[in-house]
């Protein structure tokens, strides 16, 4: 596969306001290529700092050190299991103790990652691991009965049963029992020739791998579209793309963060690109501790975590922060180590922040990437004292280009248009689909992220909404993204999701979904809020309360299945 063009940096690039924006001691370019591979960031941190802790998951810690033995002992394995470079080896398991070490054995092996979400249905499983021609997949033991459903239609060499207590030494064993009997949270499976991550470790007791020669070309992850709007495609990221935004965070951070041993929650799933690259990588960059949170869904248990183990650093989406500001128990967590709260994902909105605010003393630092991008593009200044309802500023080495999706020249200041990219992070490609690739980048080698966005004076960005998601009422642009912002603010809302839904008298109607905080709000009291504060053709014609609204594995609101939900309901909505 063909890598697009990219012109050298800063050649026909526009002028950067954004460069006067930055911290003290952020340089406006970084070397890519200064740390080296993946593989050589996580060596020289467990050189550096052999004894820090490293990761905590069920109250377990383990050290930078024993990580890389585990890590080593799962690229050995690999190796014997005839995975080599370029190979790709697939994990599909949520935030344990294992994946770290799978991770990185992975890629010291010289494979690529293929990061899958365990809660695929049987389809969507076996369409990724065919698509990305994965020969080996590690599985936690609760969605292993996934991988038999698809074992007649893929062909894999190997499938390596994870367990929640791996790693965890005897605590393990508790924390097995409990997933297996008290919370029956294993279904049967029959995978013969399978084996236990345990014994595939035992088998390769001392055995150190051989070096696979890895360079900052090869490619690190398939990093799979979360396919919000369409159908997931595999972004194609080397290891110098995924380093290259390593190094992008990890300069950006330091003037504020500088070189202390933070503690970093890591709730959103490390095989969704924020969490691998913010949370995972730049831990591990920065010598830091990640505080794994298996299932954030269960948050009583998550808030328990939190009150049990003094943190610096937390990331999530939206979605997230607005569930963990009204969880029962939240007031009593201790947040006066908190440093860093940044947000990514979707757009996080204004009364979620003023709530998380109010709740911890620390605005949410909001920040703005995809898969296709390693992911970070832009992000605000860590020292903001309050939420900035911006994207914030691109990165070191990084170039952005609002233009008109339809010419391609590039909007007037000030003006909506598409937002365009390129930077070192900016993937080669779409695995095996050029025709995707081709469609996905300007002649000048910018990436079209499919994202309308506004350049304000000052540099920084803003993401009004996704293209696809536009609503057209009597010829107006309406973007969800607004009228949600609106709607959540309104007293006794606790999530909304707008979308537009076909209208014979306006082309399209704004159609917001509800989940009420407050039993008692009413779509009359909904609508008076949204008239003082959205021009008319703005307020939502159609509100439904829902108790939940669909979302993807990291807490995205999926609009996409309330409109083939309506679609599926009516026949003039299908048209």
């Known amino acids: 596969m063909s890598a697009p063009v990219s012109p050298r940096p800063g050649e026909g690039a526009p002028p950067k306001p954004w460069l006067a924006a930055y911290p003290e001691g952020v340089p406006a370019m970084i070397d890519p290529d200064s740390a080296g591979t993946l593989v050589d960031i996580f060596d020289a941190t467990v050189r550096r700092w052999p004894e820090r802790p490293a990761l905590e998951s069920f109250g377990t810690r ?38 770290p070490a799978i991770l990185f054995g992975a890629l010291i092996a010289g494979a690529t990652v293929v990061n899958v979400n365990p809660l695929y249905t049987p389809r969507e499983l076996a369409l990724q691991l065919k698509d990305s021609g994965a020969r080996i997949v590690f599985v936690l033991e609760n969605f292993a009965h996934t991988v038999e459903a698809v074992t007649g239609e893929v062909s894999l060499d190997r499938v390596v049963v994870v367990t929640p207590g791996d790693l965890l030494g005897l605590k393990g064993a508790i924390v097995n029992l409990v997933s297996r009997y008290v919370k029956k949270a294993v279904p049967a499976y029959n995978l013969p020739g399978s084996v236990r991550f345990r014994e595939a470790l035992a088998a390769v007791k001392a055995t150190p791998p051989r070096p696979a020669g890895v360079t900052l070309d090869d490619i690190a992850f398939l990093q799979y579209t979360g396919g919000t709007t369409g ?62 949170i298996a299932n954030p869904r269960d948050l009583p248990g998550f808030v328990k975590t939190l009150k049990s183990r003094p943190f610096t650093c937390l990331s999530g989406v939206n979605t997230l922060y607005s569930a963990l500001s009204r969880a029962p128990g939240i007031t009593e967590v201790d947040f006066s180590k908190l440093v860093l709260c940044v947000s990514g994902g979707m757009a996080t909105q204004g009364a979620v922040a003023d709530r998380w605010k109010a709740l911890t003393g620390r605005p949410i630092v909001e920040g703005y990437g995809l898969s296709e991008t390693s992911p970070v593009i832009t992000v605000n200044r860590l020292d903001i004292d309050s939420f900035t309802g911006t994207i914030g500023y691109p990165m070191p080495s990084t170039e952005v280009s609002v233009r ?14 598409e937002l365009c990219v390129r930077g070192p992070q900016v993937m080669r490609g779409y695995w095996n689909r050029p025709d995707e690739t081709a469609k996905a980048m300007t002649p000048d080698g910018y990436f079209r992220t499919g994202d309308v966005a506004l350049l304000l004076p000052d540099g920084s960005l803003k993401i009004i909404d996704r293209m696809k998601d536009m609503i057209l009422v009597s010829g107006f642009n309406v973007y969800p993204n607004e009228v949600e912002e609106v709607v959540a603010s309104c007293p006794g809302v606790a999530e909304v999701a707008v979308i537009g839904l076909p ?73």
């Open 62 to 99: 383990i050290t930078y050190e024993a990580l890389a033995r585990h890590a080593g002992a799962v690229a050995a394995w690999l190796q014997s299991a005839g995975i080599g470079k370029g190979d790709r080896v697939a994990i599909m398991l949520p935030n344990v103790m294992a994946y």
């Open 231 to 292: 159908i997931s495609k595999g972004a194609t990221l080397t290891h110098r793309n995924v380093a290259a935004n390593v190094i992008q965070c990890d300069t950006w951070m330091k003037p504020t963060l500088g070189d202390a041993q933070h503690v970093m929650v890591t709730a959103l799933p490390l095989y969704h690109i924020f969490a691998l690259t913010a949370c995972c990588m730049v831990m591990v960059r920065k010598g830091g501790c990640q505080l794994l």
């Open 404 to 417: 008109d999706p339809e010419t391609g020249t590039e909007v007037q200041a000030g003006s909506p248009g």
């Open 503 to 575: 209208n014979d008298a306006t082309g399209e109607q704004v159609t917001a979904y509800v989940v009420r905080a407050e039993p008692g709000l009413t779509e009359a009291e909904i609508r008076t809020w949204c008239r003082e504060r959205l021009t008319s053709y703005k307020v939502p014609r159609h509100i439904e309360f829902r108790d939940s609204l669909p979302k993807t594995n990291v807490g995205k609101v999926l609009r996409r299945a309330l409109k083939e939900e309506a679609a599926s309901l009516s026949p003039r909505a299908a048209a």
